[in-house]
DNA sequence: TTGTAGGCGTTATCAC
DNA sequence: GTGATAACGCCTACAA
């Protein structure tokens, strides 16, 4: 245990030339003779010197690092989009450090307000929060904030799937295998990616000219647990649906598996669509029809779309809807009845 | 956009005290009157201060952030422990930078060998490699280092779950349900744990009097492709095995799809028993039995551990085993054969 | 092309 | 109890 700071006043000293020489041969500025930079870097090499970051982000007033906020990180949706975000970040030399918010606003407002310009050069958030005061807050300090998959309607850059339109294609394919009762259970209300494919949902249903039943629609949880309660709140209905279409892939599973406890055949009885991808979608018996997202994608040009901002200050915020795609599978057609 | 930043200097300006007395009422320290720690602090509210991390970094030599090197984070395992590794730094005002390996070792070392005292406090890894020169730099540096999970044979602290045993245990109730021809699906030989999960193994088979047949054990990767792959190559043996023991769940479940291709009925037939607990294992048909892994635990336990060697220099190394337990699920149940 | 000097925001060491 | 002042390691005018 050295603890032994190589730092540049000792590759000056050894080299007998200036600590700004140095700095500047290190930074390869253009204005330091090629020979001294090499005899630099060469020495800096040799005594296996290693950048201060806290020195340099005091006087460069940046850090390299980047804070990613979202809900958590197990699931197969956010922890794809953090490997894609990480790419990016690790290409660029930036450092992502990680806040889970565990799905409260609470937590989330908390992190937020202590987070400052001086820890941090950029925010990638995607969040749970209907207030948007500490959103606010931190893009009045200056710093600067990408949105992904959560958003809301701040001026700011946002990388989300396209929600509406593959909420659409999930509910019409529902529709064309022969589905009439098609139920819907989502999340939250105030999350924006939920109302889209709310909207989707209907204005699918509109569209086919079938009646919007509002007992179909169930706000809740984004659980597994939460789409198992759905669906069997769902069944005891007077008039009960023949088709779900769920907000994201575990509350469809949650269904599935009460589907299974109540023996009702999925595919060829009841429909069942979600939405994400996840791989588990094509372990389930039955394999589950989704709308994929392009995960790694969306952390990828997210993270690309913040070091823009980090690096010219004034860039007008843009909007990238990465496009989804239906995957057909066992749970909507009908044929396939007797799998499971 | 104000980049305003408010420092001590501005709260000791309005207060017409000095920055010393300030810095000492924001930390809190013994020697300032209890009217000027009040004065102080409610200025800073007032202001909406909040410290430099670089400033303060750079004079007291810390940084408040800690490192995590992992391969992926795209699984239950690894997301699970990062949660529990989260709680802790939250709740002790650390920052956490993860970085990913991708199984390279080459990777690994590249990250680490950039890694400098002045950026990280300490270290959280579960290492993919075989060699541990860059690990030793970074110890030498001076930089607390904890392991979890992926461990080796150095001198330092480590946190994992009990491989041995589980396998052991998994294995004799292969055995147990009359299952006589166990094969190993494993990973690289020169992980630790996958030895230990192997010695579990290879110990269970003989303490039952059941001859090793090196045929039946499998190296290759983690993934769930590996363990498909491993099983269509075992079921091309002359003495085919009749059930598996996987390393993993992944590759348990790759047996399993590709047992499903086969027509061979899982449990009645063909047992198969994964390791970690994975949630997907209640969800796939059959159920597979696996033994558990504590974690979340893992992650809490070796974030409080690395805290503990950043506050205290030479504290000594300590070695932390967590039980896991095994879970029996239908996949290794000859009785429930008719299901899937 | 290189060197000097001041500053980034904070803490620590002295005096007072 | 409080206030100067010098670090911490690096960068960046400005001067030479």
Do not use: W
């Not at 050069?121 to 300090?141: F, Q």
């Not at 850059?157 to 589905?179: C, M, P, R, W």
């Not at 999350?191 to 000219?209: D, I, K």
């Amino acid at each position: 245990m050295l603890r032994q700071t190589i730092t540049i006043k000792d590759i000056a000293r050894e080299l007998n030339i200036s600590v700004s020489t140095v700095s500047r041969a290190l930074r390869d500025t253009f204005d330091v003779s090629p020979e001294t930079k090499h005899l630099v870097l060469e020495k800096a090499k040799e005594l296996k010197y290693k950048p201060n970051f806290n020195a340099r982000g005091l006087s460069q007033g940046r850090t390299n690092n980047i804070g990613i906020i979202l809900p958590f990180i197990t699931n197969y949706y956010f922890s794809t989009v953090i490997t894609g975000i990480q790419k990016i970040a690790y290409e660029f030399n930036y450092n992502i450090i990680l806040y889970l918010t565990n799905d409260s606003e609470e937590r989330e407002s908390l992190i937020m307000s202590n987070l400052t310009l001086s820890g941090l050069d950029g925010i990638l958030i995607s969040t749970c929060a209907s207030n948007y005061d500490h959103i606010h807050e931190v893009i009045d300090k200056g710093i600067p904030v990408v949105f992904f998959d959560r958003t809301n309607n701040l001026d700011a850059s946002k990388v989300v799937q396209d929600d509406y339109n593959g909420a659409f294609e999930a509910t019409a394919h529902l529709i064309s295998q022969g589905f009439m009762n098609i139920a819907h259970i989502t999340g939250p209300k105030d999350q924006m990616f939920t109302q889209n494919r709310l909207n989707g949902y209907l204005n699918a249903l509109e569209h086919h000219r079938i009646p919007i039943r509002k007992e179909l629609i169930i706000h809740n949880g984004f659980s597994q647990e939460c789409g198992a309660d759905d669906l069997k709140n769902l069944m005891e209905e007077t008039n009960k649906p023949d088709a779900i279409f769920a907000v994201n892939d575990r509350k469809a599973i949650g269904a599935m598996v009460q589907l299974k406890k109540l023996n009702i055949q999925i595919g060829r009885d009841f429909g069942v669509v979600g939405f994400t991808n996840d791989p588990i979608c094509t372990l389930i018996t039955p394999t589950l029809t989704t709308v994929s997202e392009s995960a790694f994608d969306i952390g990828r040009i997210a993270c690309e779309l913040l070091l823009k901002h980090i690096q010219k200050d004034n860039l007008p915020s843009t909007e990238e809807i990465l496009p989804g795609e239906l995957i057909i599978r066992e749970s909507s057609i009908r044929s396939t009845g007797d799998l499971q």
